[in-house]
T-cell receptor, first 112, second 114 residues
Framework: AQSVTQLDSQVPVFEEAPVELRCNYS??????LFWYVQYPNQGLQLLLK??????LVKGINGFEAEFNKSQTSFHLRKPSVHISDTAEYFC??????????FGRGTSLIVHP | DGGITQSPKYLFRKEGQNVTLSCEQN?????MYWYRQDPGQGLRLIYY???????QKGDIAEGYSVSREKKESFPLTVTSAQKNPTAFYLC?????????????FGPGTRLLVL
């Protein structure tokens, strides 16, 4: 069985501050990890994904994530956030099954 | 532009009524999925289809039905057996049914019960 835990349900931050959204996973097989973003009342879109190779993955809108196998983590970071980054962020894992397992989501709230 | 369309954006269901949510993709993707999203619960898989004329139940299939008669279409019917249907429904597709594949999502349909 595989599972994804997003440790924070909400992360408030001021504009231009750095942010980290945490994701831990559990799986007994090789993993592929994804971060998706959902703006209010919209579908999800891919931010970035880790399939293999370099553990530091860069995505769209200045986001990046680091795959840490020993810590079973895939935390998402951005050095300076904007108001427009306010959204719901989902970590997802696939590997044993081609159907991804999604975390419960982290709501990023950027204050001016 | 290629993408996934879902209609309607909002749907109202009366007691005892079946309703159908539309999902169409022009990405030429083989695999399609239906998810239900409730606040604080993330995405839960209802049904998925790897290929035309084939589909499997997901984690919460009870009270729902689907069909996959065409590659580009994967409609979801919420039946009267689904006692708590109020939710945001997301359709997605992927190029193939594989663990490395990115899922592409539609804009969603919000279902409300009258």
């Amino acid at each position: 069985a595989q599972s994804v835990t997003q440790l924070d349900s909400q992360v408030p931050v001021f504009e231009e501050a750095p942010v980290e959204l945490r994701c831990n996973y559990s799986s007994s097989v090789s993993v592929y990890l994804f971060w998706y973003v959902q703006y209010p009342n919209q579908g999800l879109q891919l931010l970035l994904k880790y399939l293999s190779g370099s553990t530091l993955v860069k995505g769209i809108n200045g986001f990046e994530a680091e795959f840490n196998k020993s810590q079973t983590s895939f935390h998402l970071r951005k050095p300076s956030v904007h108001i427009s980054d306010t959204a719901e962020y989902f970590c997802a894992l696939s590997g044993g099954s081609y159907i991804p397992t999604f975390g419960r989501g982290t709501s990023l709230i950027v204050h001016p | 532009d290629g993408g996934i369309t879902q209609s309607p954006k909002y749907l109202f269901r009366k007691e005892g009524q079946n309703v159908t949510l539309s999902c169409e993709q022009n990405l030429n993707h083989d695999a399609m999925y239906w998810y239900r999203q409730d606040p604080g619960q993330g995405l839960r898989l209802i049904y998925y289809s790897q290929i035309v004329n084939d589909f499997q139940k997901g984690d919460i299939a009870e009270g729902y039905s689907v069909s996959r008669e065409k590659k580009e279409s994967f409609p979801l019917t919420v039946t009267s057996a689904q006692k708590n249907p109020t939710a945001f429904y997301l359709c997605a597709s992927s190029r193939l049914a594989g663990p490395q594949e990115t899922q592409y999502f539609g804009p969603g349909t919000r279902l409300l019960v009258l």
